[in-house]
Structure formats: C-alpha cells, structure tokens
C-alpha cells in the first residue's frame, strides 16, 4: 500500500488555515518529544504518562521473539483456534491487524450471553484465550474469563495451559499462577493508542499475523512525524479533523482497503475528542453510505484506499488516505493528539465513560423490572409517549437538532443478530443526518465517552432483548443476559439523566427475529 493523503474542499482549507501555527507552535516535534505540556496545564498529569506510544518500536522489538515462541510451541500443541477477551483499545486493534492479514482471530467484546455462548462452546480442545485489559478489572473481560475457565473445566482441560494474559505491570489481572503466560504492556500508553504495544501484537501474532512487518511500517515515517514542517502528515490530518464547522468525520474504507479500520479509529477519535461539550464525531460507514449521497454541511467524508485515486476534486471537501497498517495507526494517533491540541482538550483522558459502569453497577444490586411504556408486537417501548413503534421511532427522530446525529446502539449479537446494521443506511436515508451504529457493550469502550461528553447533538435507540437461553457468570451473583441489560440501562440513565439530556428510546425484543424484522421495516 502506498502512502499519501490528500485534503480538498473545507478541509483543505482548514489545513491552510491552520499547519503554520501548528508548525509555529512545534506540534509535532513536541508530541515526538513526548512533551505533556502540549495540551495545556489541565491535561499534563495526564498527558505525562500517556505519550509512550510515539516510540514503541524497542518494547516491540523485545517483545515480539516471546510472542513467536509461544505461537510456535501453541502450534506444536495444535492450538490454533486464538480467541481474543477484551474490550475497547484491548480488542479494536488486533480485530484489524488480523482481519488485514487475513488470520483467524476470534474476538470476544460483548456481554450478550448467546454471542459469548458461541465462542465459549466452539472448538475448546484447540483452542487459546488471549484476556487482554489494562486496567485488568473491566467487567465485560472478567466474566469472560470466568466462562472460559469453567468451560475448560468442564472439558476436562487445565485452563492454566490455554490462558494467556496481557495486561499493565501490577494490575490486579498481573498473576502468573493458573496462566500459560502474561504479558505486561507499557504502562505509559493508554489503551485507544495501544495498538503498537502488547495489545495489538500478542494476540494478532499468536494468531499468525505479521507482526515483524507491521512494526516495521509504523516507523517507516518516524522522521516525518517528529517534524515541524509542511510535510508532516498527522498535521494535515489533525488540521483536517478540526475542519471549523465541520464536526463530523466520516470513515469509509474503499475496496478492500484495511477493513475494520474506521472501528479503530472511532474509538481513538471518539474518547479523545468527545468530552467539555466538545469533539469531532466518527461515524464508521461504507462507500455507499446515504451520507455521502447528499454530504450534510457538518460532515468531512474520509476516504482510505489501497492507492489514492490518481483524480481527486479540489472543490469537494474530503480526506483521501492510504498507507500501509502500521504507519496508519502512527499517522492516526498523532493527527488525533493534533486535533486535540487544536480543540483545546486532553486526548488522552475518558472522563464519562466510568459512569455508565456505575450506573449498570447500581443496576445490578438493585434491579429496577420498569414497565414499558407500550408494546407493539414483539417490542417493547421504553421512554416514550408514543404506543406503536412506528410512533416512537417518529417522537425520537423529530428530536433530532438540524446539527444531530442519530446512534443506533444495538446490545446484541453482533454475529448472529448482523442483519440489524442495516438500520443504520436505513435511519441515514431517513433523517438525511449522520447515523452511528455501535454494537453494546461494545461501543461503550469507544463512541460512549463522546455520546456523554461530546456536544449535545445526538438522540439515542437503545435495542435490548429478552435473554431466553441465558448464561450464568461464574462466582457472580448476576448473569450474562442480567449484565446486558444493566449495561443499556445505566448507559441510558446517565444518558438521559438532568445532567445529559439526551433523547433516549429503547426497544426492547421480545422475540429477537421478530423483533429485528419489525424493526428494520419500521425504519424503512
Ligand atoms: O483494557 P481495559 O483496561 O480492560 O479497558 C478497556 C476499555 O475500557 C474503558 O472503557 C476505556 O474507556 C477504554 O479506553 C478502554 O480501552
């Protein structure tokens, strides 16, 4: 893939507008330095111990034999089957360096007790679970754990020799006894920017991919970056993310260009910039999204490719990216510690995303059974005055301000249950605004701190269902299907609560298959 990236339209314009300050203020050699007094004095507590990933080639360097002789002596075993436990920046990055070097890697990112059921109960004998978290106390990889260790046990195998962690020195996950291993990644990179260190490489590389090579790319433009001049890519990215006016970015991947990418990069965007009421929002999309049909005035549309088009219209506003994996990932973790910079935030705190966990917490000790508001078929209708869902969907969506989006939450099975993404063309199309489609509780680990922290511009539908054939968590007082509904509910709550005041409607699925297609005809 080569590399290149082209800005035309209003985001040209605000590269214009705004690379001789960066380069005035030595944005980049500041950030490559690992300055923490960049983003102001507010965020330097923060900023000092988050800036290791500018240099993560020497930890990769060690680690990476560690990482092949274990994949070896895994396939000595024949344990090919490599499941990944983790969430957010634990899951997001080697979801796509796997998917790009087409490597079987099975992520496990949701509480959704039929999803988690399908993975646990697959191919044990040869199977490897990878736990990621650096925190190394996220509920949502706890209890995972919990389901393979007991799975393990029940099929008679030791889960001490198919556990591998990878988690902070000293976190409370950091135990060698009943693991096969435990990697310890750089406590001074935060999770979204981990893409680079042991999150993104041990579980890609056990699964077979390259990761000699993708750390190889991700300093092929070392030098650039750390530049203060006009060449400096990240820069015109920044610059281009900040376009004033134009709050919205969205991804779409071209072809076969790196697919999972726009993921990724929504979480890094998206809990970087998304909070003090501010933020460029990523909308994850496709080539044919409605958006991009009719661009709404608030949008950046932002292209990757394999190759850049060898025409590209000056007038059109727009961002036309390629470059290989690894520098990709450089590239996207500067520009959005650039645009940081540039809006005036911390990118690298996540200020609200810890009370939907409080709010699902409180939901668990003390379950609330709320009587929907209505039920039309298989769906049940939750925070409405309407009585039908054809109604309720219509009272959300006139709730959408003329510089609003509209997020699509699906707590669900994102494997199983995929036809539902289909909603998010389908409210595009509708509202002719931006739509966001995030799986729960996936997206909370990504898009949730801008929902909550951002500008005040989206309205929410929440989509639950019913667990018929739930799981239970082992050693927890609650079960998969209870901790689901807890996560929708808190994240609602905060959501809708005095201090927020977003619009929120949840539907909740009776009947999962019925529900879904009522769903999907009602947003037609
Ligand atoms: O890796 P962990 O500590 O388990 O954290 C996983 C995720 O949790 C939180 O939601 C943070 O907001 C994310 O930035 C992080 O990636």
């Not at 198919?162 to 990644?185: H, I, K, Q, W, Y």
């Not at 490719?305 to 990932?329: K, Q």
């Not at 909370?444 to 309205?459: D, E, F």
């Amino acid at each position: 893939m080569e590399l290149g990236l082209v800005t035309s339209g209003e985001a040209l314009a605000s590269v214009d507008a705004l690379l001789p300050k960066l380069i005035e203020a030595k944005v980049g050699s500041r950030i490559a330095a690992q300055d923490p007094t960049v983003w102001g004095p507010a965020a330097e507590a923060e900023s000092s111990i988050r800036l290791g990933w500018v240099n993560p080639f020497e930890a990769a360097g060690k680690l990476i034999p560690a990482i092949l002789e274990l994949r070896d002596e895994l396939q000595k075993e024949n344990l090919t089957r490599v499941v990944l436990c983790g969430m957010g920046g634990s899951s997001l990055a080697p979801e796509v360096i796997a998917a790009h070097d087409e490597v079987d890697l099975v992520i496990c990112d949701t509480t959704d007790p039929s999803m988690v059921k399908q993975i646990v109960e697959t191919d044990l004998e040869r199977t490897v679970v990878v736990v990621s978290s650096k925190s190394g106390s996220t509920v949502e990889t706890d209890s995972q754990r919990r389901a393979f260790t007991a799975a393990f046990q029940a099929a008679g195998i030791d889960p001490a020799t198919r556990l591998v962690l990878v988690t902070d020195p000293g976190s409370p996950m950091d135990n060698p006894e009943g693991v096969r291993a435990v990697f310890n990644a750089d406590p001074n990179v935060g999770g979204r920017y981990s893409a680079l260190t042991a999150f993104g490489l041990v579980p890609s590389g056990l699964a077979g991919a390259d990761i000699e090579a993708l750390v190889e790319e991700s300093g092929l433009i070392n030098d650039v970056l750390a530049s203060d001049d006009e060449d400096n890519l990240a820069l015109h990215l920044g610059a281009a993310m900040a376009t004033a006016g134009r709050d919205k970015l969205l991804i779409a991947c071209v072809g076969d260009a790196l697919p999972g990418f726009g993921d990724w990069a929504e979480q890094l965007i998206a809990e970087s910039t998304g909070k003090d009421g501010k933020g460029v929002l990523p909308v994850a999309a496709h080539v044919d999204a409605p958006e991009l049909k009719n661009l709404p005035a608030d949008v950046v549309p932002l292209f990757v490719y394999d190759e850049l088009p060898e025409e590209i219209d000056e007038e059109t506003t727009g961002v036309h990216f390629s470059a290989p994996l690894g520098t990709a990932f450089m590239i996207f973790e500067y520009a959005t510690a650039v645009a940081g910079y540039l809006l005036g935030i911390s990118p690298f705190d996540q200020p609200d995303v810890e009370a939907a966990k409080v709010a699902a917490r409180s939901m668990l000790e003390a379950p609330a059974a709320a009587e929907p508001d209505a039920v039309d078929g298989s769906v049940q209708l939750f925070g409405t005055t309407a009585s039908t869902l054809d109604a309720a969907l219509a009272e959300l969506t006139a709730k959408l301000p003329e510089d609003g989006y509209f997020a699509i939450q699906a707590y669900l099975n994102r494997t199983s249950d995929n036809e539902l993404q289909e909603l998010r063309d389908l409210f595009a199309e509708k509202t002719g605004r931006p739509v966001t489609f995030g799986w729960g509780p996936r997206f909370l680990h990504s898009t949730g701190q801008y929902h909550k922290g951002g500008p005040a511009q989206g309205v929410f539908l929440q989509i639950t269902a019913d667990h018929q054939d739930d799981l239970e968590i082992p050693d927890r007082p609650y079960s998969f299907g209870s901790l689901i509904t807890a996560q929708a509910i808190g994240d609602g709550a905060v959501l809708s609560d005095a201090e927020h005041n977003r619009p929120v409607l949840r539907v909740n699925l009776t009947d999962r298959a019925a529900g879904i297609a009522a769903l999907l005809e009602a947003a037609k």
